[in-house]
């Protein structure tokens, strides 16, 4: 190699210090060759992509950051007032026996109804849930019932199930605290639950309750309504609009309502009678 060449690469070569930051004395000379001018002018232009990426992470960032950062300076009973608003209204509570466990542990009702987040938000905000949240449903047969519930506002729906026996300990309040019997304003049953029932052991009427909903299923088209239930979305119940089915509904459970209370001397006062049909997200599950 001839001394001309190795002084070129000399030349081009970068210095030890030099790191690919643009300074100063950035080692390529433009002016003895043209790919170091090409280069530079790569390295500027990424330096640039670069300072766009960080700007656009910097606002990304600003942008996921609460919106009101001065809630817990707020005043206490400011905040207070708040949570208390933040607090859902009336829910409807679906409570079941789960059948993957065992058929005679009395342990395993199943709630699958999400808890309403501001009993875990923090501990302020828990303490204002739980004056409206008080109500477990649970006795001492069962051990693992966490759900809470506003025994004046929610609606316990108790929706179909093959184990008959321990449906009934729902449906009669024996699986339920005493208390839940005595607070429990709203009531709905599935309407293949209801026409199981019989004797004493049936529908034992809770102290106070209110509303009894019959929820009714189009038996043609809905084949499992198990398999129908989902954990964790919407569940509402909705108007009948045949009004010879719900006149027919509404005339069998009143019946039956009305022997009870004279051949078992159970509640006096019937509670309203409601026919109704479920619907998860909107969609209703089998009635047309």
């Not at 002084?7 to 060759?33: C, G, M, W």
């Not at 390295?43 to 766009?52: E, I, L, N, P, V």
């Not at 398999?227 to 509404?250: A, C, F, G, I, N």
Request: charged share 25%.
């Amino acid at each position: 190699m001839d001394s001309n060449a190795t002084s070129a690469i000399q030349r081009n070569r970068p210095t030890a210090h030099s790191n690919l930051e643009p300074t100063d004395d950035f080692s390529i000379d433009s002016s003895k060759s043209g790919s170091g001018a090409a280069m530079k002018g790569a390295f500027q232009s990424m330096q640039t992509s670069r300072g766009k990426i960080e700007c656009a992470s910097k606002n990304l960032s600003e942008s996921n950051e609460p919106g009101f950062s001065l809630f817990p300076k707020l005043p206490a009973e400011l905040r207070l007032k708040i949570w208390k608003l933040a607090l859902p209204g009336p829910r409807i509570v679906e409570v079941y026996y789960d059948r993957a466990r065992h058929p005679w542990d009395k342990s395993f009702i199943r709630f699958n109804t999400p808890p309403p987040a501001a009993l875990h938000a923090n501990w302020e905000s828990r303490r204002v849930a739980l004056e409206k949240y008080w109500l477990r449903l649970g006795n001492e047969e069962i051990t693992d019932c966490f759900a809470q519930i506003d025994p004046t506002e929610d609606t316990i729906f108790i929706p179909f199930n093959s184990l008959v026996k321990l449906q009934q300990r729902l449906i009669n309040g024996k699986a339920l605290s005493k208390e839940a019997k005595e607070s429990v304003r709203s009531l709905a049953v599935d309407a293949r639950s209801w026409k199981r029932l019989c004797g004493p052991e049936g529908f034992v009427y809770f102290e106070n309750l209110e509303k009894f909903t019959i929820v009714i299923h189009d038996s043609a088209n809905c084949q499992s309504k198990e398999k129908w239930r989902m954990p964790d979305t919407d569940l509402s119940l909705v108007d009948v609009q045949d009004e010879v089915e719900v006149y027919d509904h509404h005339l069998s459970v009143e019946s039956q309502m009305e022997f009870d209370n004279g051949h078992y001397g159970r509640q006096g006062k019937l509670p309203t009678i409601e026919v109704k049909v479920a619907a998860r997200g909107g969609k209703k599950c089998c009635h047309n």
